[in-house]
């Protein structure tokens, strides 16, 4: 009945018996598709920001300059988005360790991990409410702006502020598995739970690889 | 290819780790892209290429696709796919009202 094959014959054999056409657990398959519906809200999303700034007839703010920072007296262009960028990636790091010790079954290290990689998590969504509050302070609000096409604002507080709601829920979702784990709660289960977790924060982190380069670069 | 079970995901640190110093080089890269002020064809290549390789690396390594069966993989990365549809039909109307407005509001300022 089974080929085990993973090939195009295995594909097709995956699909065409009666039963559960996906050999993962029942929480990482919905984790998956969960994920490929926000795919497509973030997909929408940035479409519709391509929609705009393509219509308008207005110049759209150069990102480059909105995004810079004055550090001790020398502006550098979209810094804090960079470092951003990189605290994320930093994070989806401590989070693929954690999802290696969970495995082990090493449960302190990695609660530890996941409480770190949360800790990440805050820290990017400190410096997006610094960036929010320069950039309102600036004028730019959701109906227009200083620097130019009014569409700036609503693309940039909608697609940001999405992705911020999410790394929030992602740092309160870490919070209670590392606490979980910590306390010996799947320990009958396994720890697949700490992979599934990961996949929430790796997908955010990817979420932000676009909007980075669509929005930030483009 | 690591020699995991479909079900259960567990691969070296060290795997983990190279590919995350990756990231971070690919992001310096685009970072400079940047701060260069690379202009035209050339920048909008290396944005969507540098784009491209960090979201296959994070989706191929981190999340472990590359070590799923095929039923997943495709059943995840193929639907996406109907955005570019999306796009290509939006990036059509744009043009469209980009040019509307352009004959028939732009003349003068609105008060």
Request: glycine share 8%.
């Amino acid at each position: 009945m089974d080929t085990g094959t993973n090939d195009l014959k295995g594909f097709v054999s995956d699909w065409a018996g009666d039963r559960a056409a996906f050999r993962v657990p029942w929480g990482k398959a919905m984790m998956w598709i969960f994920l490929l519906s926000d795919t497509f809200i973030f997909g929408t999303f940035l479409t519709g920001y391509m929609s705009v700034r393509m219509a308008t007839t207005s110049a759209w703010p150069n990102p480059s300059e909105v995004f810079s920072l004055t550090i001790a007296g020398t502006s550098y262009p979209l810094i804090l988005i960079a470092i951003m960028t990189f605290v994320l990636i930093t994070s989806s790091g401590t989070m693929a360790m954690a999802v290696n010790y969970g495995y082990q079954r090493n449960r302190k290290m990695a609660a530890i991990l996941m409480l770190v990689t949360a800790g990440f998590g805050l820290v990017f969504v400190g410096m997006q409410a610094f960036e929010w509050s320069k950039l309102i302070h600036e004028g730019v609000r959701p109906w227009g702006n200083p620097m130019g096409a009014a569409q700036f604002g609503s693309c940039f507080f909608m697609i940001t502020g999405f992705h911020g709601l999410h790394v929030s829920a992602g740092v309160i979702y870490l919070s209670i598995i590392a606490r979980r784990v910590l306390n010996g709660h799947y320990e009958k289960k396994g720890y697949d739970i700490v992979e599934i977790t990961g996949l929430y924060w790796h997908f955010v982190d990817l979420v932000w690889v676009f909007i980075f380069a669509l929005f930030y670069l483009w | 290819m690591s020699e995991a079970t479909a079900a259960h995901q567990q691969h070296p640190i060290g795997t983990y780790v190279k590919v995350w110093i990756l990231l971070f080089v690919l992001s310096f890269f685009s970072y400079l892209v940047d701060f260069f002020h690379v202009h035209g064809l050339l920048r909008w290549g290396l944005i969507l290429t540098l784009m491209m390789l960090k979201a296959g690396f994070i989706v191929a390594v981190f999340m472990h696709m590359k070590w799923e069966r095929l039923a997943l993989i495709f059943a995840i990365t193929l639907p996406p796919l109907a955005i570019l549809v999306l796009v290509g039909m939006m990036s059509a109307e744009s043009h469209y009202v980009n040019a509307n407005r352009t004959e028939h509001f732009a003349v003068a300022p609105l008060k």
